[in-house]
């Protein structure tokens, strides 16, 4: 069976929705293109690292008010306020589980395909999404997103959350990997809650992503499911 994940429907939604930053070439680049990280992806996971593991993966640096945390051997340099308001994040989810697979399959009429993601924060009965952000939030982009609906559609949970934490005036030529110098702003949660018809919604979604790759030669690109 061919799998397809969850980030890779958002952005064929998106271009569905006529988002201007995203074509037709974006969705085909995300399924042929092998995805290699850059400063804003390791950013985030270096900040989720601390929400997962907590001090563990702090390292104190000699310069005052400077630390450092690795991802893929990549040092993301983060100050005290930073790491304080990821442990702060941390201490208010004592019993999450943390980056946890979740799929199923769909039956389209193009082919039987895997949907799968991996979940940030599992807590209790409500799935958390860490997102940092690096210009100004736009809520419509997170209420909009497919991303919480299947999430929660693959977990059987009722509530979303998306927690966005902001670094205020990065430029990736300038910082880097480096945001010691800037700011964090946190964001209220944006809540995402189950509706009726949203199973039938993710279904289509997935039909009419799976016609898309089938009318445009793409299927020797999916992926066979690994788990």
Same mark, same amino acid.
């Given at each position: 069976?061919?799998?397809?994940?969850?980030?890779?429907?958002?952005?064929?939604?998106?271009?569905?929705?006529?988002?201007?930053?995203?074509?037709?070439?974006?969705?085909?680049?995300?399924?042929?293109?092998?995805?290699?990280?850059?400063?804003?992806?390791?950013?985030?996971? =270096? /900040? #989720?690292?601390?929400?997962?593991?907590? $001090?563990?993966?702090?390292?104190?640096?000699?310069?005052?008010?400077?630390? %450092? !945390?690795?991802?893929?051997?990549?040092?993301?340099?983060?100050?005290?306020?930073?790491?304080?308001?990821?442990?702060?994040?941390?201490?208010?989810?004592?019993? =999450? /589980? #943390?980056?946890?697979?979740?799929?199923? $399959?769909?039956?389209?009429?193009?082919?039987?395909?895997?949907?799968?993601? %991996? !979940?940030?924060?599992?807590?209790?009965?409500?799935?958390?999404?860490?997102?940092?952000?690096?210009?100004?939030?736009?809520?419509?982009?997170?209420?909009?997103? =497919?991303?919480?609906?299947?999430?929660?559609?693959?977990?059987?949970?009722?509530?979303?959350?998306?927690?966005?934490?902001?670094?205020?005036?990065?430029?990736?030529?300038?910082?880097?990997?480096?945001?010691?110098?800037?700011?964090?702003?946190?964001?209220?949660?944006?809540?995402?809650?189950?509706?009726?018809?949203?199973?039938?919604?993710?279904?289509?979604?997935?039909?009419?992503?799976?016609?898309?790759?089938?009318?445009?030669?793409?299927?020797?690109?999916?992926?066979?499911?690994?788990?």
């Amino acid at each position: 069976m061919k799998r397809i994940a969850i980030t890779t429907l958002e952005t064929y939604r998106k271009y569905l929705a006529g988002d201007e930053w995203t074509t037709q070439q974006s969705v085909i680049d995300a399924l042929v293109v092998p995805f290699q990280g850059n400063a804003y992806t390791r950013i985030g996971s =270096a /900040f #989720h690292a601390i929400v997962e593991q907590g $001090e563990s993966v702090v390292e104190e640096l000699p310069e005052m008010g400077k630390f %450092r !945390v690795t991802v893929d051997g990549w040092p993301v340099i983060f100050n005290e306020e930073q790491v304080a308001m990821a442990l702060k994040y941390r201490a208010k989810l004592p019993y =999450a /589980f #943390h980056e946890e697979w979740i799929g199923r $399959e769909f039956d389209t009429p193009s082919m039987l395909i895997w949907v799968h993601g %991996r !979940v940030d924060v599992l807590h209790g009965i409500f799935v958390r999404d860490i997102k940092t952000k690096y210009s100004a939030v736009k809520f419509a982009d997170y209420a909009d997103s =497919a991303q919480w609906k299947f999430y929660l559609d693959l977990t059987g949970l009722d509530t979303f959350y998306f927690d966005l934490f902001e670094f205020p005036n990065y430029k990736i030529d300038k910082h880097g990997y480096d945001v010691s110098s800037l700011g964090i702003r946190p964001y209220g949660a944006i809540e995402c809650i189950r509706y009726k018809g949203m199973e039938r919604d993710n279904h289509q979604l997935v039909c009419d992503f799976t016609d898309f790759v089938v009318k445009n030669n793409l299927t020797t690109y999916l992926k066979d499911r690994a788990f």
